[in-house]
């Protein structure tokens, strides 16, 4: 009878602990794709701070109560066999605040904080070819330059283009690469 007891107990204590499972699995996807993309951790130096990169990325100057870095990892990339380029990936997470009003159960106007929470994933890297160029799918933002529009309509719904010189945005975005962005977006 002793022998039954036991593993109930522990089958109760691994089952009343279940909550355990879902961090360490996140943890071990994580290093896994870390490994498997050659990444590797970058403490934020001066160059990635959150004010110098609002300075250089319009892509910064998000929230308006606390933002951060959440994560930065390096890597490379090989495209040919003779070129490659290393970039940085990065989380990015910001708060906005806002105040809402609303009618509670007695009829009464009231008013409340709300505070999201959003994160964005982006890379970040040096590409000579095109310098001036903004490619973004978020319209919230406003990027100096001139606005830009393709001959693709479905890609000028979805991104806003804009560029300190139309030319740059045309050699940057061939057919090729539109009709890229565009099946990137069905895939998403």
Not at 50 to 75: C, D, H, M, P, W
Not at 81 to 97: Q, T
Not at 177 to 183: G, I, M
Request: glycine content about 8%.
């Amino acid at each position: 009878m002793y022998n039954l007891f036991v593993p109930l107990i522990v089958g109760y204590l691994v089952w009343d602990r279940s909550s355990w499972r879902g961090e360490v699995s996140d943890t071990i996807f994580f290093k896994d794709a870390m490994l498997n993309n050659n990444l590797t951790a970058v403490s934020s130096g001066s160059q990635y701070t959150v004010s110098a990169l609002q300075e250089r990325f319009t892509e910064f100057n998000r929230g308006n109560e606390g933002y951060g870095i959440k994560g930065l990892y390096q890597g490379s990339h090989q495209i040919y066999d003779d070129y490659s380029f290393d970039y940085k990936l990065y989380k990015y997470r910001y708060v906005i605040k806002r105040t809402e009003t609303y009618t509670d159960s007695k009829g009464k106007l009231r008013t409340r904080t709300v505070r999201s929470e959003y994160f964005r994933d982006g890379l970040l890297f040096d590409f000579p070819y095109a310098k001036g160029v903004n490619v973004s799918a978020d319209g919230r933002l406003k990027y100096k330059g001139e606005r830009y529009t393709s001959a693709s309509n479905e890609f000028n719904r979805s991104f806003k283009v804009t560029a300190n010189e139309k030319i740059e945005a045309a050699k940057l975005l061939t057919p090729a690469v539109v009709e890229t962005l565009n099946n990137g977006l069905e895939g998403s």
